[in-house]
């Protein structure tokens, strides 16, 4: 479904252009959103800093998700954050 590229000690990709092209990488925003508890979200947003993914900076605030209906309680004290990531599509 999905080709994931791995750059290789120059930066470039590792796979060969198609038909002797050398196609140029395109920028595409993709927006990442967090629901869960705060310890939860915290917890997430540290693991994507320590793999080298996103600064906890880039994070939004934590916003208060409302409940899903009048008297809701199927998930309290559920917060989300947003953050948008700039990647290069090849």
């Given at each position: 479904?999905?080709?994931?590229?791995?750059?290789?000690?120059?930066?470039?990709?590792?796979?060969?252009?198609?038909?002797?092209?050398?196609?140029?990488?395109?920028?595409?925003?993709?927006?990442?959103?967090?629901?869960?508890?705060?310890?939860?979200?915290?917890?997430?947003?540290?693991i994507?800093?320590?793999?080298?993914?996103?600064?906890p900076?880039?994070?939004?605030?934590?916003?208060p998700?409302?409940?899903?209906?009048?008297?809701?309680?199927?998930?309290?004290?559920?917060?989300?954050?947003?953050?948008?990531?700039?990647?290069?599509?090849?």
């Amino acid at each position: 479904m999905f080709e994931y590229l791995e750059p290789d000690a120059t930066g470039a990709s590792n796979r060969s252009p198609a038909h002797g092209s050398n196609p140029q990488p395109r920028q595409e925003r993709v927006r990442h959103m967090l629901y869960g508890s705060l310890a939860g979200i915290d917890r997430t947003i540290k693991i994507l800093h320590a793999l080298g993914y996103a600064d906890p900076n880039d994070w939004s605030d934590p916003m208060p998700v409302p409940p899903s209906g009048a008297g809701a309680t199927d998930q309290p004290n559920q917060w989300m954050v947003i953050m948008t990531k700039i990647l290069l599509i090849e």
